[in-house]
């Protein structure tokens, strides 16, 4: 009796499947789990049922990132319909193409060196963060979410925290090396005289760590003595002060 009850309370053509699931959904799959996803009332929106699963969406939302979070007010079926085969890949781009997707919506825009690679190079899954795969449903095929902004997510730190890891304090977008944001007189020696002309690894030499990355010497250098860096031609004689 229960069941004839709900049959009644749904539309016929409700109870037949409009379409096959988006393989990414093909547990669903089957008019007994309809319900897992469509509410019997039509009043109630999908989308609690969606964020239920997609928590790595609901996240952003909470904190304001994304894409999601600055045009997602509308439904979530009305950009990720489904029922349209297995292989329809739940994003229609009926705005954009991949290729023509204006990063600025996603509140990040990219410049310098970042404007002139491919999607696929960042988006890929080596550079997903952990905090987002784990609240994600499944595996990410597609992996548009699930960056971070911060550049050692995806880059080397070849400093190996010797210095600041507010990367755009020195280095820019545009071009990385030399770091054209860095000035020596914010440190404690400042450059003068002929130090003002040396390269840097003249003074800080390039060695190669445990996994090959670079690792310059910033922070372990001694400059209390001329001595620490110069050899002493008077072999001592004339004691250690040079600049007297």
Same mark, same amino acid.
């Given at each position: 009796?229960?069941?004839?009850?709900?049959?009644?309370?749904?539309?016929?053509?409700?109870?037949?499947?409009?379409?096959?699931?988006?393989?990414?959904?093909?547990?669903?799959?089957?008019?007994?789990?309809?319900?897992?996803?469509?509410?019997?009332?039509?009043?109630?929106?999908?989308?609690?049922?969606?964020?239920?699963?997609?928590?790595?969406?609901?996240?952003?939302?909470?904190?304001?990132?994304?894409?999601?979070?600055?045009?997602?007010?509308?439904?979530?079926?009305?950009?990720?319909?489904?029922?349209?085969?297995?292989?329809?890949?739940?994003?229609?781009?009926?705005?954009?193409?991949?290729? #023509? %997707?204006? @990063?600025?919506?996603?509140?990040?825009? $990219?410049? &310098?060196? =970042?404007?002139?690679?491919? !999607?696929?190079? /960042? +988006?890929?899954?080596?550079?997903?963060?952990?905090?987002?795969?784990?609240?994600?449903?499944?595996?990410?095929?597609?992996?548009?979410?699930?960056?971070?902004?911060?550049?050692?997510?995806?880059?080397?730190?070849?400093?190996?925290?010797?210095?600041?890891?507010?990367?755009?304090?020195?280095?820019?977008?545009?071009?990385?090396?030399?770091?054209? #944001? %860095?000035? @020596?007189?914010?440190?404690?020696?400042? $450059?003068? &005289?002929? =130090?003002?002309?040396?390269? !840097?690894?003249? /003074? +800080?030499?390039?060695?190669?760590?445990?996994?090959?990355?670079?690792?310059?010497?910033?922070?372990?250098?001694?400059?209390?003595?001329?001595?620490?860096?110069?050899?002493?031609?008077?072999?001592?004689?004339?004691?250690?002060?040079?600049?007297?």
């Amino acid at each position: 009796m229960a069941v004839l009850t709900l049959a009644l309370a749904v539309p016929v053509r409700a109870q037949l499947s409009p379409g096959k699931l988006a393989k990414p959904h093909r547990s669903l799959e089957g008019t007994t789990q309809c319900l897992k996803c469509h509410q019997v009332s039509r009043r109630e929106a999908m989308d609690r049922t969606c964020l239920a699963c997609h928590r790595e969406i609901g996240r952003l939302l909470q904190e304001k990132r994304g894409l999601h979070s600055r045009e997602g007010s509308t439904r979530c079926s009305s950009c990720h319909p489904d029922h349209a085969g297995e292989d329809f890949a739940l994003i229609p781009w009926t705005r954009d193409s991949i290729e #023509r %997707f204006q @990063h600025r919506r996603a509140g990040w825009v $990219l410049d &310098g060196a =970042h404007e002139r690679i491919e !999607c696929a190079e /960042c +988006h890929t899954a080596k550079y997903l963060q952990p905090s987002s795969t784990a609240l994600a449903p499944g595996p990410r095929t597609e992996p548009w979410t699930g960056l971070d902004r911060t550049c050692a997510t995806c880059h080397d730190e070849v400093h190996r925290g010797s210095v600041s890891r507010a990367c755009a304090d020195c280095h820019t977008t545009a071009k990385w090396d030399p770091a054209p #944001r %860095f000035n @020596h007189d914010s440190t404690k020696y400042p $450059l003068t &005289g002929r =130090h003002d002309s040396v390269a !840097c690894t003249g /003074c +800080h030499p390039v060695a190669r760590g445990p996994d090959q990355g670079i690792d310059p010497a910033f922070p372990a250098l001694k400059f209390g003595q001329c001595s620490a860096c110069h050899s002493d031609p008077h072999q001592g004689r004339l004691g250690a002060q040079c600049a007297d």
